[in-house]
């Protein structure tokens, strides 16, 4: 399996890998140049908790020009599926001023084009009362559901391309 790249971009955003330093702001409660004011959100902080250094699997920012509106990224890295199939799982999150503009299917859209690339099915797990997420994760091509985890969230997934 091909790693990842460090950084991916789409027409409008980046989304670079976040940096030690990144995850030290997120962690402690700092700034870092070009947040947004409402970043990082609780779920930000969440995935700054199980952040891997160097993993492109791992937790990366969503930039639009020089400004952090969001994250994305997987809860670990591909593992084999019960069909054996290379599965990771995404979780992702814009701050509320971003949303509604399409950042997130583009950002998503994005990273889906990198995990075809080097093979690998992606699942997301989604509040069943979560219209947005739903609407991107279905803008996206996940259109398998798989029931629903131990927490009630629809598990929806993406079959390869």
């Not at 027409?11 to 140049?33: F, M, N, Y």
């Not at 994305?72 to 799982?89: K, Q, R």
């Amino acid at each position: 399996m091909s790693a990842l790249p460090v950084l991916v971009t789409t027409a409008r955003l980046s989304l670079p890998l976040w940096t030690a330093e990144d995850v030290a702001a997120i962690r402690g409660g700092g700034r870092r140049p070009g947040w947004h004011a409402d970043f990082p959100r609780r779920d930000d902080v969440d995935a700054a908790s199980v952040w891997r250094a160097d993993d492109p699997w791992s937790s990366r920012s969503v930039v639009r020009g020089v400004t952090v509106l969001g994250s994305i990224g997987f809860y670990g890295p591909p593992e084999p599926a019960a069909d054996g199939v290379l599965e990771a799982e995404v979780g992702y999150g814009l701050v509320a001023e971003a949303r509604g503009w399409g950042f997130m299917t583009e950002a998503l859209g994005a990273l889906m084009t990198e995990c075809d690339r080097v093979g690998v099915r992606v699942r997301a797990s989604v509040e069943p009362d979560n219209k947005a997420s739903i609407k991107v994760l279905a803008a996206c091509g996940f259109t398998e559901l798989r029931g629903a985890n131990e927490d009630g969230e629809l598990v929806m997934v993406r079959p390869l391309r």
